[in-house]
C-alpha cells in the first residue's frame, strides 16, 4: 500500500525559503501527479500545485512566483520550495497523490511548518 | 474568500441525513469532475467521493455525491457520531488553472 510521508523544518524565518520533501513509499512514484496542499490551522485547505513524473508543472496563481517542485524518481521523492515566507505561510503541508479523475487518493499525515521571527 | 462555496456549519441528530452544499461556476463545477474530502479532527483529509458520485473502496454507501449545473452536494445517511468532521468540496478550475476547494464545512452530530 502506497504511503507518503512529509519531512522538513518545522520552523522557517520570515523571507527565508520553506523546504520540504515528501517520500512515497510502498509503491512507486509513477502516478499521474503529486501535489501540495497546505492548511493554515483552524482553516480551509489551499492547493499549492502539483508536478507530473515528467517534471511538468502546475501552480496556483497565488504563489506561482514563489513556488518550485521537483521529482526526484530514483529516490521516489517529491519536493516543495516556497520561497520569501511570511507568517501567512504557517501552516499544516500535506503532499498527496493525485490520479486524472480520481482526485488525491493518498494522503501524507502532514507536517507543521511556523513562519517566526 | 473560497471559490466554491459551502455553509460553515451543518448538523443532524443520529441516524437522519444531511446535506452538504458546494456551489461554484461554469470554470469549474459545470464542467469537471466534483471531489469530496472528508478530514476527522486532528487528521489528513480523505478521499470520500470522486468523479462527482463515485465512492472509493471503503467508503460506506451512506456516502453519495450529486452534481447538477453549477452546484454539487454531499448527501450522508443513517448519521453516526463519527461522521462529525469537516467537508470540503473539490474541482478544477479552467479559469484559474488551480484545484480549488470550498471553504469547508463543520458537520456536527447532536
Known amino acids: 500500500q502506497v504511503q507518503l510521508q512529509e519531512s522538513g523544518p518545522g520552523l522557517v524565518k520570515p523571507s527565508e525559503t520553506l523546504s520540504l520533501t515528501c517520500t512515497v513509499s510502498?509503491?512507486?512514484?509513477?502516478?499521474?501527479?503529486w501535489s501540495w496542499i497546505r492548511q493554515p490551522a483552524g482553516k480551509g485547505l489551499e492547493w499549492i500545485g502539483r508536478i507530473y513524473n515528467s517534471g511538468t508543472t502546475n501552480y496556483n496563481p497565488s504563489l506561482k512566483s514563489r513556488v518550485t517542485m521537483s521529482v526526484d524518481t530514483s529516490k521516489n521523492q517529491f519536493s516543495l520550495k516556497l520561497s520569501s515566507v511570511t507568517a501567512a505561510d504557517s501552516a499544516f503541508y500535506y503532499c498527496a497523490r493525485g490520479t486524472s479523475g480520481d482526485g488525491f487518493d493518498i494522503w501524507g499525515q502532514g507536517t507543521m511548518v511556523t513562519v517566526y521571527s | 474568500q473560497s471559490v466554491l462555496t459551502q455553509p460553515p456549519s451543518a448538523s443532524e441528530t443520529p441516524g437522519q441525513r444531511v446535506t452538504i452544499s458546494c456551489s461554484g461556476s461554469s470554470s469549474n463545477i459545470r464542467s469537471y469532475y466534483v471531489y469530496w474530502y472528508q478530514q476527522l479532527p486532528g487528521t489528513a483529509p480523505k478521499l470520500l467521493i470522486y468523479?462527482?458520485?463515485q465512492r472509493p473502496s471503503g467508503v460506506p454507501d451512506r456516502f453519495s455525491g450529486s452534481k447538477s449545473g453549477t452546484a454539487a452536494s454531499l448527501g450522508i445517511s443513517g448519521l453516526r457520531s463519527e461522521d462529525e468532521a469537516d467537508y470540503y468540496c473539490a474541482a478544477w478550475d479552467d479559469s484559474l488553472s488551480a484545484v480549488v476547494f470550498g471553504g469547508g464545512t463543520k458537520l456536527t452530530v447532536l
Open positions: 468523479r462527482n458520485n
Open positions: 510502498g509503491g512507486p512514484i509513477n502516478s499521474d501527479y
